[in-house]
């Protein structure tokens, strides 16, 4: 991409992960809410999601609520095997909040709360955070492996993450799909550093992968270019905590729900009966699609949902 056209996504998705952030769900205060109310909130709420620290992702009722249309977004499908339940859990506006501090966080969710106010109310917030650096400099989930080893880089990852040659004002938007994973840290805990590595394919302490691995590692299950087309994702994701349950917040962006569909469904078992092993040590409790949209001359162009620049 040229300069001019990296202004064309929203900058906080191409950065890596932040220190902390927020994970804010927004639904409509009341299915009545008129049209005109819903565009004035996201006119409002535009100003804000310009820099980094604010990534807006809006969700396919909003969409229909306001009379458009955006092409290849819809709402998460049943992506579950025979033994391993994918939930579905539609989402109205999502946010993701950016930044180095939990303070700041606050700070900054108070402001998108208000631009929303009347016609959005906060549902839900997951607190995350950044964990451990590993030696290629990804964070590490809470089991201690490296999270986001395979992202792509550079063009490549420009390419799996933004929409492209979908008309004026829709090159450079995403699509996200978001699901918050539980982890039983018990289970995993019980297992011996040589069945752990076999979990997930690679050796914790040097990250290497296993050549030796079995079928249901989750390396084995989720080699993006194993499949045909291959399924590159950019992936966002970072651990969470409340109280003593934890896990990782998966945030995954594409220029479609493609990849992310085909990496989901094996890892269910839907399309070859082996359940990746991450579901003996962890469950998705949410699943969720969001379209982020493009930016403008430095804005947020919401022309594809029925916004003037």
């Known amino acids: 991409m040229t300069q001019h056209d990296q202004k064309r996504y929203q900058p906080g998705i ?33 100003p804000l999601a310009n820099g980094s620290d604010v990534v807006l992702g809006i969700g396919p009722s909003l969409v229909a609520a306001l009379g458009a249309q955006v092409p290849g977004l819809h709402e998460f499908p049943d992506l ?12 109205t506006l999502w946010c993701w909040l950016r930044g180095d501090d939990l ?58 993450a933004f929409a492209h040659g979908m008309g004026d004002g829709v090159d450079g938007s995403s699509y996200v799909a978001v699901q918050q994973w539980v982890h039983n840290l018990d289970a995993f805990e019980a297992l011996g550093d040589e069945e752990a590595n076999q979990h997930f394919g ?29 399924a590159f994702l950019l992936r966002r994701s970072m651990p969470w905590m409340l109280s003593m349950q934890a896990g990782l917040m998966f945030v995954a962006f594409g220029k479609s729900f493609d990849a992310f569909e085909a990496q989901m469904r094996r890892m269910s078992g839907a399309e070859d009966g082996v359940v990746d092993a991450m579901f003996r040590i962890s469950k998705p409790v949410t699943g969720a699609y969001f ?11 919401l022309r594809q949902i029925g916004l003037g620049a």
């Open 291 to 301: 379209w982020c949209p493009p930016m403008r001359e430095g804005r947020l162009d």
């Open 80 to 91: 579950s095997g025979p033994q391993a339940k994918v939930p579905v859990t539609p989402g």
């Open 103 to 160: 303070g700041e966080l606050l700070h900054i969710t108070r402001k998108v709360q208000k631009a929303l106010a009347p016609a959005f109310v906060v549902r839900h917030v997951v607190d995350a955070f950044r964990h451990a650096l590993g030696e290629s400099g990804h964070g590490r989930d809470l089991t201690g492996f490296e999270d986001g080893t395979e992202n792509p880089t550079g063009e490549k990852a420009e390419h799996a």
């Open 14 to 46: 191409f950065e890596g992960v932040p220190a902390v952030a927020r994970y804010a769900l927004f639904t409509l205060t009341d299915p009545s809410v008129d049209v005109q109310a819903i565009k004035e909130a996201l006119k409002r709420l535009s």
């Open 202 to 230: 690679r050796h914790r302490v040097t990250n290497e992968e296993l050549d030796d691995s079995p079928e249901w590692a989750h390396v084995k299950r989720t080699a993006q270019e194993s499949f045909e087309p291959e």
